[in-house]
């Protein structure tokens, strides 16, 4: 059978094959009959159109590279469909690679990506505890954007999380409904996350006269059973605690558990004693499954991968435009949990 061109599908429609092209790269004005006309006419035809060929003839590409580190990580699985999903929408694919080390793995993702033809590289990091990006993505010699949990030290085009503002919302939330005696638990002791975090939690408690003790924000590794024991530990030595703020998911549960094993229930009650607040830091839905409703400030995923997005895109038309940073917000969801 022979091939349909776009000679083809411009006959069909009566138009010239320049029109259909520029129909085909959405440039032009074009009248919105003469462009339904050209599609009527690929769909009669079964024209599909090779946007690679296409491309390649432009000396354009319509791929972006999308590196993620952590498969495990809520956060970046969130941000990585917003990201496809986004660019997808612009007419871009993604090309996915999860190289499993910052070394040679890495080299031999953006060397795949070289290759195939990307023109552009997104970067999720994933190490919580580093200051600065590995030297690969540093040396990167593609346009780059870089998704954060952290801030990074790099002068790079970088979307991040407001980790401070998040704590600082959560907490003066908690103060402004009466509790005077908060606790975070969970997160490694080099775990930039979690130091942001209570930083925004110092400021929150200095607004109202308070200050941050260090004995009521234990870390701790990221299990479900050390977030329970230090919880367990914390309550039986501290028993005037109403609040629990929670650095990931891992701490939510085993929060929960650590408070039942006390003999204590959780909840937003103030008059009941024996209740405690959790509030977390991100949407949890097999959380949220159970009962009390969990209260989180968001981790803006969605908005996150969005953002980083639309500025790999206009790194490409823009190849000037000076690095960008784009700090994100997040907003308190209010449930039953706090």
Same mark, same amino acid.
């Given at each position: 059978?022979?091939?349909?061109?776009?000679v083809d599908?411009?006959?069909?429609?009566?138009?010239?094959?320049?029109t259909?092209s520029?129909?085909?790269?959405?440039?032009?004005?074009?009248?919105?009959?003469?462009i339904?006309?050209?599609?009527?006419?690929?769909?009669? !035809?079964?024209?599909?159109?090779?946007?690679?060929a296409?491309?390649?003839?432009a000396?354009?590409?319509?791929l972006?590279?999308?590196?993620?580190?952590?498969?495990? &990580?809520?956060?970046?699985i969130?941000?990585?469909?917003?990201?496809v999903?986004?660019?997808?929408?612009?007419?871009?694919?993604?090309?996915?690679?999860?190289p499993?080390?910052?070394?040679? $793995? !890495?080299?031999?993702?953006?060397l795949?990506?070289?290759?195939?033809?990307?023109?552009?590289?997104?970067?999720?990091?994933? &190490?919580?505890?580093?200051?600065?990006?590995p030297?690969?993505?540093?040396?990167?010699?593609l *346009?780059?954007?870089?998704?954060?949990?952290?801030?990074?030290?790099?002068?790079?085009?970088?979307?991040?999380?407001?980790?401070r503002?998040?704590?600082?919302?959560?907490?003066?939330?908690?103060?402004?409904?009466?509790?005077?005696?908060?606790?975070y638990i969970?997160?490694?002791?080099? &775990?930039?996350?979690r130091?942001?975090?209570? +930083?925004?939690?110092?400021?929150?408690?200095?607004?109202?006269?308070?200050v941050?003790?260090?004995?009521?924000?234990?870390?701790?590794?990221?299990s479900?059973?050390? $977030?329970?024991?230090?919880?367990r +530990?914390?309550?039986?030595?501290n028993?005037?605690?109403?609040?629990?703020?929670?650095?990931?998911s891992?701490?939510?549960?085993?929060?929960?558990?650590g408070?039942?094993?006390v003999?204590?229930?959780?909840?937003?009650?103030?008059? !009941?004693?024996?209740q405690?607040? !959790?509030?977390?830091?991100e949407?949890?839905?097999?959380?949220?499954?159970?009962?009390?409703?969990f209260?989180?400030?968001?981790? $803006?995923?969605?908005?996150?991968?969005?953002?980083?997005?639309?500025?790999?895109?206009?790194?490409?038309?823009?190849?000037?435009?000076? *690095?960008?940073?784009?700090i994100?917000?997040?907003?308190?969801?209010?449930?039953?949990?706090?």
């Amino acid at each position: 059978m022979k091939r349909v061109s776009i000679v083809d599908v411009a006959r069909e429609a009566g138009v010239s094959v320049s029109t259909v092209s520029l129909v085909l790269r959405q440039k032009g004005k074009i009248s919105a009959a003469t462009i339904a006309r050209v599609h009527e006419a690929m769909n009669a !035809l079964g024209y599909v159109h090779n946007v690679a060929a296409a491309n390649l003839r432009a000396n354009t590409s319509n791929l972006i590279g999308l590196i993620v580190r952590d498969f495990s &990580d809520s956060f970046a699985i969130k941000v990585m469909a917003s990201i496809v999903q986004e660019l997808e929408r612009q007419q871009y694919m993604v090309f996915l690679g999860q190289p499993q080390d910052e070394d040679d $793995a !890495l080299e031999r993702c953006l060397l795949s990506f070289k290759q195939q033809g990307v023109a552009g590289v997104i970067y999720l990091a994933s &190490d919580v505890t580093a200051s600065s990006l590995p030297e690969k993505i540093r040396r990167c010699p593609l *346009p780059l954007v870089v998704v954060s949990q952290s801030l990074q030290e790099d002068a790079c085009d970088v979307v991040l999380r407001d980790n401070r503002q998040a704590a600082n919302l959560a907490t003066r939330y908690l103060l402004e409904r009466g509790h005077r005696h908060i606790a975070y638990i969970g997160g490694a002791e080099n &775990d930039r996350v979690r130091w942001q975090r209570l +930083q925004g939690v110092g400021s929150a408690l200095a607004q109202y006269g308070m200050v941050l003790r260090e004995a009521l924000m234990p870390a701790c590794a990221e299990s479900t059973q050390a $977030a329970s024991q230090i919880t367990r +530990q914390l309550l039986e030595s501290n028993n005037t605690i109403t609040a629990l703020l929670c650095h990931s998911s891992n701490a939510v549960i085993g929060g929960i558990t650590g408070i039942y094993q006390v003999g204590r229930t959780p909840g937003k009650d103030l008059f !009941l004693t024996q209740q405690v607040a !959790l509030l977390g830091f991100e949407d949890m839905l097999h959380v949220n499954l159970t009962s009390p409703s969990f209260t989180y400030v968001s981790s $803006a995923s969605e908005e996150t991968g969005r953002q980083a997005a639309g500025l790999i895109l206009r790194k490409l038309s823009e190849p000037a435009l000076p *690095p960008q940073r784009i700090i994100l917000s997040g907003q308190l969801v209010i449930r039953e949990s706090a």
